[in-house]
């Protein structure tokens, strides 16, 4: 285990620590009925109660409080214990932040295009994917290669 790989995983559990507290707010002021205060004087209410704010029936923050309780989970176990890290735990990890952070760029579009209106706290979300993607890709210790090979 080298500093890199310390480092980059202590930013993507702290990333996904913030990011399951977005989805929790949003989550509880939906489930009360509240406005959403979006931070910087963006609609975030008109955003998050939109049409796009559900996946498969399930509302986008659940699935969201569900992804960073797994990644940050996952990765303080990965740095607890290390040497219970194998690849295909490593590669779902992987492809789990690479899909949430696709979505999250799915999202950003639907804001700016379909919907027309920006969520503060929905863009700090999708940061967050970003950041957990990248510590994730560039923090693994395993070279796309071994990734590929494992998967023939």
């Not at 310390?6 to 989805?23: P, T």
Request: hydrophobic share 55%.
């Amino acid at each position: 285990m080298n500093i890199l790989w310390s480092i980059s995983h202590i930013i993507l559990i702290l990333a996904a620590i913030g990011g399951f507290f977005i989805a929790l707010y949003i989550h509880h002021t939906k489930r009360r009925g509240e406005n959403v205060v979006c931070p910087l004087d963006f609609k975030c209410d008109q955003v998050i109660r939109s049409k796009y704010s559900k996946l498969f029936g399930i509302n986008v923050e659940n699935w969201g409080i569900a992804y960073y309780s797994f990644t940050a989970l996952s990765y303080i176990i990965f740095l607890a214990f290390p040497a219970i890290l194998n690849l295909k735990f490593v590669l779902i990890t992987l492809i789990l932040s690479m899909i949430a952070f696709i979505f999250s760029i799915y999202l950003t579009f639907i804001q700016a295009f379909k919907l027309r209106e920006w969520c503060t706290w929905c863009l700090i979300s999708a940061s967050f994917c970003t950041i957990i993607f990248l510590s994730a890709w560039l923090g693994s210790d395993y070279s796309l290669g071994d990734i590929a090979g494992y998967i023939k």
